[in-house]
């Protein structure tokens, strides 16, 4: 008997089935992690909305799109003699564009920009961008923006001095879907690539060793290496020269089971509470009460009697009654055994019968005595 167990235990360990982690909870390397060098850049530009109702910039604190306006027909050839203070007729914004420029995007490909109200317009809606530069950290145009704004709301109302205005959405921010046009390459060169580094989204220590293994697994032994918690190195076999793209992809659907710290994230404003797959609770001693303020508040009417003849009337008079009362909730010292899994962890907390906010207050103290075998992170 005592040799058929060994048989069977030296089998779980040779074929991972102890210390490897189940197949069930892996995930692709391309969604816990990113090809270094391969990123998004943002773009920013300031450009006017015009075509709008009486809803645009006014006079006062939009100096700055008078320049703007200004400067625009300057160049357009048209000499102003008249006072730029008139040109401000509500029907003009001063805005933000911005846009994110994609990796390996070419020149004529189209981007969504976004556009933010700079002074105080009260609504884009109906509003188009004119020709915008966007451009990079560097000071270099790699699109121009133009085109309808679309705002996905509404600005309806009666008018005139007593009617009411109704707002649904954010009105002095919209998109102008695919106005963006690209107009320069921003060049990634993978073809000459050596190597090729994966990013992790969460630092892990494991995590980047089980994404290095899984790649030797796949490509052979000294593949790849785990540089840092963040970042693993992997090799383009020979096979693969020339053939980077290919390399990537294998790489990206290869699966890995994510490992991570034990953490309990708590938001006191409203009351929500999360907590990972690895927190623990030590066995410990939990009480907690609440006190109740009750404030009651009664008007009783004092209602005279007829007054009799030749007497004056009597007065009726209204009296309020406040009760107030105080009320303290009976609580009880629990012992909570210590946990092994994070369902026994929610029953235990559960069975102190307290609601989510009042659970913030015990995870805190359980933090302080040592009972919580996890990291306490409040938003």
């Not at 939009?62 to 400067?71: E, L, N, P």
């Not at 109200?117 to 915008?132: D, E, F, I, P, V």
């Not at 001095?161 to 046009?181: E, F, R, Y």
């Not at 107030?324 to 019968?353: C, F, H, P, W």
Request: a neutral charge.
């Amino acid at each position: 008997m005592f040799t058929r167990l060994a048989q069977i235990f030296s089998a779980l360990i040779l074929t991972g089935g102890l210390l490897a982690p189940s197949s069930a909870d892996a995930v692709r390397i391309k969604d816990i992690g990113v090809i270094e060098g391969v990123r998004e850049n943002q773009l920013i530009g300031y450009g006017l909305v015009v075509g709008l109702d009486s809803t645009g910039d006014r006079v006062i604190g939009g100096q700055f799109t008078i320049q703007a306006m200004m400067s625009m027909l300057n160049k357009m050839g048209v000499n102003l003699v008249i006072d730029p203070i008139q040109l401000l007729t509500r029907n003009i914004a001063s805005v933000m564009v911005t846009a994110k420029l994609p990796p390996f995007s070419k020149p004529g490909m189209t981007l969504d920009a976004v556009v933010s109200s700079m002074a105080n317009a009260k609504s884009l809606q109906g509003g188009t961008l004119l020709l915008t530069p966007l451009k990079a950290a560097n000071q270099q145009v790699f699109a121009v923006a133009q085109g309808p704004v679309s705002i996905g709301g509404f600005l309806g109302g009666t008018g005139g001095a007593g009617g009411a205005t109704v707002a649904k959405n954010h009105q002095a921010a919209g998109v102008v879907p695919g106005g963006a046009i690209i107009e320069k390459e921003l060049p990634v060169n993978i073809d000459s690539w050596e190597t090729v580094s994966v990013l992790l989204r969460q630092p892990d220590f494991t995590t980047a060793i089980r994404t290095a293994e899984a790649i030797e697994s796949a490509f052979g032994k000294g593949s790849a290496l785990a540089v840092n918690a963040g970042s693993v190195k992997a090799t383009i076999p020979q096979a693969f020269q020339g053939r980077v793209v290919e390399y990537i992809a294998s790489i990206e659907g290869l699966d890995v089971t994510v490992d991570s710290v034990a953490k309990v994230v708590v938001n006191e404003r409203t009351g929500t509470v999360v907590l990972g797959e690895h927190v623990r609770i030590s066995t410990c001693a939990i009480s907690h009460g609440n006190l109740t303020i009750s404030v009651k508040n009664t008007l009783n009417v004092s209602q005279p009697p007829a007054p009799l003849i030749g007497s004056s009337a009597g007065q009726t008079t209204v009296t309020p009654d406040v009760q107030t009362e105080i009320k303290e909730q009976e609580s009880r010292l629990m012992v909570v055994d210590e946990t092994v899994t994070l369902g026994e962890v929610v029953r235990a907390l559960n069975a102190v019968g307290v609601t989510p906010r009042d659970l913030v207050a015990i995870l805190s103290a359980l933090r302080s005595a040592g009972a919580l075998q996890a990291n306490l992170e409040i938003i």
